[in-house]
């Protein structure tokens, strides 16, 4: 079996490897932001995580906001609206790729905070 796991591991490299070159510029961005971080109290860094939870909030809110309004249109609709609101499926799958984009550009950041808080 062994020779069989090498020859793969020739053609199709070896997952440990590809993980690491994947999380290793999220290691340094994350370290890179620690070294911003280690002057500022735990009060301070209990504010970071309230300003990133309103960078998503902002990043969202217009979604959640049309997703709430098609709520409220759908308790009053007829029966065909009502499957026409709830099958559009677009504008969660917006907000959920807003909240993602905007997640992704602070994750480094929200995680050296929790880091740096435990």
Same mark, same amino acid.
């Given at each position: 079996?062994?020779?069989?796991? !090498?020859?793969?591991?020739?053609?199709?490299?070896?997952?440990?490897?590809?993980?690491?070159?994947?999380?290793?510029?999220?290691?340094?961005?994350?370290?890179?932001?620690?070294?911003?971080?280690?002057?500022?109290?735990?009060?301070?860094?209990?504010?970071?995580?309230?300003?990133?939870?309103?960078?998503?909030?902002?990043?969202?809110?217009?979604?959640?906001?049309?997703? !709430?309004?098609?709520?409220?249109?759908?308790?009053?609709?007829?029966?065909?609206?009502?499957?026409?609101?709830?099958?559009?499926?677009?504008?969660?799958?917006? !907000?959920?790729?807003?909240?993602?984009?905007?997640?992704?550009?602070?994750?480094?950041?929200?995680?050296?905070?929790?880091?740096?808080?435990?």
């Amino acid at each position: 079996m062994s020779i069989l796991n !090498s020859v793969i591991k020739i053609f199709v490299g070896d997952k440990q490897q590809k993980d690491l070159k994947i999380l290793q510029p999220i290691v340094a961005q994350v370290n890179a932001f620690e070294a911003s971080l280690a002057d500022l109290s735990n009060d301070a860094l209990r504010a970071k995580t309230s300003e990133f939870k309103l960078k998503i909030a902002e990043a969202t809110k217009a979604f959640n906001d049309k997703i !709430s309004e098609l709520e409220t249109e759908a308790e009053n609709a007829e029966i065909d609206r009502q499957e026409d609101i709830f099958t559009n499926r677009f504008i969660k799958r917006s !907000s959920i790729r807003s909240f993602r984009s905007c997640f992704k550009r602070n994750y480094a950041r929200s995680f050296c905070c929790c880091k740096r808080n435990c």
